[in-house]
């Protein structure tokens, strides 16, 4: 017998909007398309993203430029979306008109918004950023719904809810609910910031994604207020124990879906043939994620490799020539190969589960599945909040900095008896320090995909407070300087605007020449 759990997933994971319609398409010029998927394969080299993310982002990015170029408003939604198709992020001829109305709508009320912002004199270039992203998130959902994940998240909302015991931790019942279920919706979904904000802003404010439910001047007086409510919503203290707690809960429930969608409901009738298909998927999920990682890894690589190549002829040879006269062929190749490299051995090295986690998944899959299945796997967690005495606290303060600038500085004089100078040995410091997070990150993916508990490792006991600040220093970064991309820059301003002119005139020409070829017939 199923559990309430399934059942209600089964019930909600799909919905009318989901269904194909009898409704005209979009349809553009394949050979032209060809030319704009092309384009953004290679600009993706330019700048990272998790595959999961490059949609969301690249109509940020359309939406944005004809927001500035366009002058009429009134046909934006079209051209956004014939841009997407021909960039081959959907199909030739699978989104329906009447989508493209919905889309035209929603960015009617999102630009009224900046409008009324803008006449009251208090819109910023942050504000203008968060709503265009907010209207880049609704478009997103609106040509890809998201209806059967969001069920998930609910699914493992419910079968996390009980067990979760908060010791020491003192929050209204309203906000314990509200943290779990944004912690597991981001646990499932692996969204950015932006996506995360949008997640609340439908939740708390679902006017905002229902065009005509209320007025732009209405929706451009609560905006800041319900800015500043999804920030602190974030920003709580508890979301990182939630996550913390169940990110290794992630698996079963991808492991589910993926079940669902490649056998039907019928496969969970018969247990015995469901272990066999969890295990086939789940040895399917190690072989895919690390052959992902590999390839994220080359990417990292060939971007990495080129960026330092550029800074090294734009600032460390003449930096070289104009105070010794002469190149450092040491400190430039160390520069230029060790980054990549050591990325490259960090995620190579990554260990991937076995066996034992997939028997661990099969009996978490049927304690969801399964209303008589005896918990095993989901049992009561508690999360609570360390206290410490201040004068422990200041100790380990002190010890943890003396390690961060015993780290840098032992760094600093490695790189001091390989002859660096200043601006080499600034320049290693910000890439060394990237990799590290970044390869962090990179194990992390096959971290995803295990649900037992990891065995403590001496080795990493010892070499983590050294490398601990390295990583900090390094999402530091990841979050601001990286920000600055000049290859961006030169995508978004020199190649992209007038490729983006001349692949539409040339969809516009092939268009008319049918036209007339047509009238000849």
């Known amino acids: 017998m199923f559990s309430d759990v399934f059942t209600t997933f089964l019930a909600a994971r799909t919905t009318p909007e989901d269904l194909p319609t009898d409704d005209a398409h979009v349809t553009v010029n394949d050979a032209v398309g060809a030319i704009a998927f ?9 700048e990272y993203r998790d595959e999961h993310l490059v949609r969301q982002h690249a109509i940020r990015r359309v939406l944005g430029r004809r927001f500035i170029l366009t002058q009429s408003t009134d046909t934006m939604a079209m051209g956004l979306v014939k841009e997407l198709v021909r960039s081959r992020y959907f199909r030739n001829q699978t989104i329906s008109v009447s989508k493209v109305h919905t889309i035209q709508a929603l960015l009617d009320q999102y630009l009224g918004v900046l409008d009324q912002l803008r006449m009251r004199h208090i819109l910023t270039d942050k504000d203008q950023d968060w709503i265009l992203f907010m209207a880049a998130c609704a478009i997103d959902e609106v040509l890809s719904p998201t209806t059967e994940l969001e069920a998930l998240v609910h699914a493992m909302y419910q079968k996390v809810e009980p067990i979760t015991n908060l010791q020491g931790i003192s929050v209204d019942g309203r906000t314990r609910r509200v943290q779990l279920y944004l912690s597991v919706y981001r646990i499932l979904l692996k969204p950015d910031v932006h996506r995360t904000e949008f997640f609340l802003l439908k939740t708390l404010a679902p006017h905002w994604t229902t065009p005509g ?8 007086v609560e905006c800041y207020d319900l800015r500043k409510k999804i920030r602190e919503l974030i920003r709580h203290p508890l979301q990182k124990k939630l996550m913390g707690t169940y990110r290794r809960f992630r698996i079963p429930f991808v492991v589910l879906v993926t079940v669902l969608r490649s056998n039907g409901e019928a496969i969970f009738e018969n ?11 789940c040895e399917g999920f190690y072989n895919v994620y690390k052959r992902k990682l590999h390839i994220r890894a080359i990417r990292a690589f060939v971007y990495i490799f080129i960026t330092k190549m550029v800074l090294g002829l734009l600032i460390e040879l003449p930096y070289d020539f104009l105070t010794v006269g002469h190149i450092a062929l040491v400190p430039l190749l160390i520069n230029i190969l060790f980054p990549p490299i050591l990325l490259m051995m960090i995620a190579f090295s990554a260990k991937f589960p076995g066996k034992d986690n997939t028997a661990s998944v099969l009996q978490a899959i049927n304690e969801i599945v399964y209303v008589d299945e005896a918990p095993l796997v989901f049992v009561p967690q508690n999360i609570g909040q360390k206290k410490r005495r201040v004068t422990l606290w200041v100790v380990f303060s002190l010890v943890y900095l003396v390690l ?20 080499s040995g600034v320049i290693f410091f910000l890439f060394f320090c990237l990799i590290m997070f970044f390869g962090v990150t990179l194990r992390r993916s096959a971290k995803e995909l295990m649900l037992l508990k990891p065995k403590p490792s001496l080795w990493l006991a010892f070499i983590d407070p050294f490398l601990l600040p390295i990583v900090q220093v390094g999402r530091w970064l990841s979050f601001n300087v990286s920000r600055v991309n000049v290859f961006v820059f030169i995508f978004d301003i020199l190649i992209e605007l007038p490729l983006q002119a001349l692949i539409e005139i040339t969809e516009e020409w092939w268009s008319f020449m049918r036209e007339k070829k047509d009238e000849i017939e």
Not at 38 to 46: L, M, Q
Not at 271 to 281: C, F, H, N
């Open 38 to 46: 092309y384009y953004e394969k290679i600009r993706g080299i330019a």
């Open 213 to 220: 439910a209320m007025s732009v001047e209405q929706l451009a």
């Open 271 to 281: 247990r015995e043939a469901l272990a066999k298909e969890v295990s086939r998927i």
């Open 404 to 423: 961060f600038l015993g780290s840098f500085s032992l760094l600093g004089y490695i790189l001091k008896l390989l002859h660096f100078n200043p601006v």
